[in-house]
């Protein structure tokens, strides 16, 4: 069974996500999905739709623009980009470049959500103190 139809209602709720549609959640997520990112590592809905409210709060007008999708058998990768302005430090956009694997249940809900990004590079690097140390630290590793 291929599942590219319910990657795009995946990619297109989530291209669209709002403070409120994060209660509809339960229509893309099973029950007792699981969900990691570089800061989380949760399972079940309630924890799932905790992490997006909290997105909200952390960020202004924050949105995905996916520029890949993939899907074979029960799987999909997609790669995205997270946009987004910092309430606390700069008003400029920035942009979190990552990537998901996707795993459907049998009713084409995500059972399985794993991102992949570089916090280092993609959030740390832009941050006022931190970032230069993240920087000074980058070019001295490097060969």
């Not at 309630?46 to 007008?61: L, T, Y």
């Not at 997609?78 to 459907?104: N, P, V, Y």
């Not at 690097?125 to 070019?139: A, D, F, I, S």
Request: hydrophobic share 45%; charged share 30%; net charge neutral.
């Amino acid at each position: 069974m291929t599942h590219e139809a319910d990657l795009k209602r995946v990619v297109r709720f989530f291209e669209t996500i709002t403070p409120q549609s994060v209660d509809l959640l339960g229509d893309i997520y099973t029950p007792d999905a699981y969900f990691k990112d570089p800061f989380n590592d949760v399972r079940g809905l309630d924890e799932i739709r905790r992490i997006f409210s909290h997105m909200f709060v952390q960020v202004q007008a924050p949105r995905f623009v996916v520029r890949s999708a993939i899907a074979q058998g029960d799987e999909a990768f997609l790669t995205w980009d997270f946009l987004f302005r910092m309430k606390r430090f700069s008003s400029a956009e920035q942009c979190i470049r990552g990537a998901t694997h996707l795993r459907f249940a049998a009713d084409g809900r995500l059972a399985f959500h794993r991102d992949y990004w570089d916090a280092a590079e993609e959030l740390y690097e832009k941050l006022p103190l931190l970032g230069g140390l993240m920087r000074l630290l980058k070019r001295a590793a490097r060969s």
